[in-house]
């Protein structure tokens, strides 16, 4: 099983990013796909989910109408569209696939978001 985040790096305020997670190894249109994201010394935050199938997206408070997730099931792709970027936005972002039918849940390894200018 892998998700390998990419995507990530050094954006000026108001800026933007786009971040992908390919998935491999499991059944991915099977899987809620999220991203999370961890500042240094906080915990790490739910951004944004995204269903296996139809259904609306949830984000947090903090991303919503300023971030967009979406998925490509036959790219076994999740992507983050990260508009409108903030100092407060800088983070470590992750990746995570859970199971629709377990408790199965797997991470990425995170990538670097830095906005700052």
């Known amino acids: 099983v892998q998700l390998v985040e990419s995507g990530g790096g050094l954006v000026q305020p108001g800026g933007s990013l786009r971040l992908s997670c390919a998935a491999s190894?499991?059944?991915?249109?099977?899987?809620?796909m999220s991203w999370y994201r961890q500042a240094p010394g906080k915990e790490r935050e739910l951004v944004a989910t995204?269903?296996?199938?139809?259904?609306?997206?949830n984000y947090a408070d903090s991303v919503r109408g300023r971030f967009t997730i979406s998925r490509d099931n036959a790219k076994k792709t999740v992507y983050l569209q990260m508009n409108s970027l903030k100092p407060e936005d800088t983070a470590v972002y992750y990746c995570?696939?859970?199971?629709?039918?377990?408790?199965?849940?797997?991470w990425g390894q995170g990538t670097q978001v830095t906005v700052s200018s």
């Open positions: 995570n696939a859970r199971s629709v039918f377990s408790t199965r849940s797997y």
């Open positions: 190894g499991f059944t991915f249109s099977s899987y809620f």
């Open positions: 995204i269903p296996s199938a139809a259904g609306s997206a």
